[in-house]
């Protein structure tokens, strides 16, 4: 699947828009790119139409009333906020201050968790586009032969994806 051109499989156009202004506000496009940019959105409807399918029901109703709580604060649905009105909603989500949706703070702490996965994730599964996530921090990826581990330590090499032809289906 080509996660630059590829339709939604799981969410509606709709709820892809809300989902896509809201990663943008938690990992924002700089001098850098941001989690869009990077395929966090196109990672998170993959994940939904497999291992996290169970979690649909919790992304429909908190995109849902995103909007919603977005037009009884602002007059206006989610998308159509400035940024800074898009962070006094998600501010609220996160610390669960919204009314009639007790799990506002779950599903905000879901989808952040969720847009750092794919900003990061190994790019076989939708994410971390071109590997960019990982040039961010300077990871190299799955070094094969690397005797010393790199974990917090700066290393010199490119990134290196696994290689998907590999990976066995379950």
């Given at each position: ?14 709820e ?11 990992f924002p ?7 869009v940019?990077?395929?966090a ?18 992304y ?5 009333m ?13 998308c ?16 669960g201050?919204v ?14 968790y969720?847009v750092?996965?794919?900003v ?25 032969g690397?005797?010393?581990a ?21």
């Amino acid at each position: 699947m080509d996660s630059k051109n590829s339709s939604p499989n799981v969410l509606t156009t709709d709820e892809t828009k809300i989902l896509t202004a809201i990663a943008d506000r938690i990992f924002p496009k700089t001098d850098t790119p941001g989690a869009v940019e990077i395929g966090a959105v196109h990672y998170i409807d993959v994940a939904l139409a497999g291992d996290y399918a169970p979690l649909v029901p919790l992304y429909r109703q908190g995109l849902r009333m995103v909007n919603r709580f977005a037009q009884k604060k602002f007059d206006r649905v989610f998308c159509l906020l400035t940024e800074a009105q898009k962070d006094a909603v998600l501010i609220d989500f996160e610390s669960g201050a919204v009314a009639g949706f007790k799990q506002a703070a779950e599903f905000f702490e879901t989808v952040r968790y969720h847009v750092l996965e794919g900003v990061f994730c190994e790019p076989q599964y939708g994410g971390n586009r071109d590997m960019i996530g990982w040039r961010l921090v300077n990871f190299p990826g799955q070094q094969f032969g690397y005797v010393d581990a790199y974990v917090n330590k700066r290393v010199d090499l490119a990134p290196v994806a696994m290689d998907s032809s590999k990976v066995k289906e379950k």
